[in-house]
């Protein structure tokens, strides 16, 4: 059975960092492109940085320079270090891991940003 199980979320002050972390088991981990994406309150999830099985990243520009997405295929994680936090990072943030024909989602981790 494939889980995703998502951590490292709280409450951190504007400027603050936290580490995300994504935790996969069941699945073939190292041929999954694994994404964050995120969703406040009352809008639509939207996709935050992605890492392929290559390892290539890519950024959504609200987070470019300010957030990092890696990958440990040896121990089935992805992590997003999240700097320079921002009030309107504060969401829900996911974790899918895709692959043809197969998309899995965790149940995400809290991230606000308040002063």
């Known amino acids: 059975q494939v ?3 998502e951590s490292g ?3 951190v002050q ?3 960092s936290l580490r995300l972390s994504c935790k996969a088991s069941g699945l073939d981990f190292g041929n999954y492109c694994i994404s964050w994406y995120r969703q406040s309150s009352g809008k639509q999830r939207n996709v935050v ?3 392929n099985r290559a ?3 890519t950024y959504a ?3 470019k320079g300010r957030f990092t997405i890696s990958r440990d295929n040896a121990k089935n994680t992805v992590f997003l270090q999240m700097d320079g936090l921002k009030l309107e990072d504060t969401a829900v943030y996911y974790c899918p891991a895709r692959r043809t024909g197969f998309e899995h989602w965790g149940q995400g ?3 606000t940003v308040s002063s």
């Open 109 to 111: 981790t809290q991230v």
């Open 9 to 11: 979320g709280g409450l």
């Open 55 to 57: 390892g290539t990243v």
């Open 3 to 5: 889980q995703i199980v």
């Open 49 to 51: 940085a992605t890492v």
């Open 61 to 63: 520009e609200t987070v």
């Open 14 to 16: 504007p400027g603050g």
